[in-house]
Nanobody, 126 residues
Framework: QVHLVESGGGLVQTGGSLRLSCAAS????????MGWFRQAPGKERDFVAA???????RYYADSVKGRFTISRDNANTVYLQMNSLKPEDTAAYYC????????????????????WGQGTQVTVSS
């Protein structure tokens, strides 16, 4: 089992930037594909970005492509760099982990992930 803790959320103006971090503990981090999801009040939890175990494969939702970047280090952390933020990016952001043998696997469906963090709130003011 892996334990995930997100941080880095906050209040930012339109056009600003934030970097979210998700620290993993408990198991070998490199054995997990990682993803970021977000959930606005009254809405479904939606896919944002995914990174494969190798860190060289990445995939983004169309709504964030070109503005957000997912990355992971060799230790235990996955990041989400968010630039050019918009009010519609306001949501609670969650990281998720899936143990997988395929080092290129990219999960975009919420149900594919086995472990979740508690979330960090991002609010973008207009």
């Amino acid at each position: 089992q892996v334990h995930l803790v997100e941080s880095g959320g906050g209040l930012v103006q339109t056009g600003g930037s934030l970097r979210l971090s998700c620290a993993a503990s408990g198991r070998t981090f490199s054995n997990y594909a990682m993803g970021w999801f977000r959930q606005a009040p009254g809405k479904e939890r939606d896919f944002v970005a995914a990174a494969g175990r190798s860190g060289t494969t990445r995939y983004y939702a169309d709504s964030v492509k070109g503005r957000f970047t997912i990355s992971r280090d060799n230790a235990n952390t996955v990041y989400l760099q968010m630039n050019s933020l918009k009010p519609e990016d306001t949501a609670a952001y969650y990281c998720a982990a899936k143990p997988i043998l395929n080092i290129w696997y990219l999960g975009t469906a919420r149900g594919k992930y086995d472990y979740w963090g508690q979330g960090t709130q991002v609010t973008v003011s207009s």
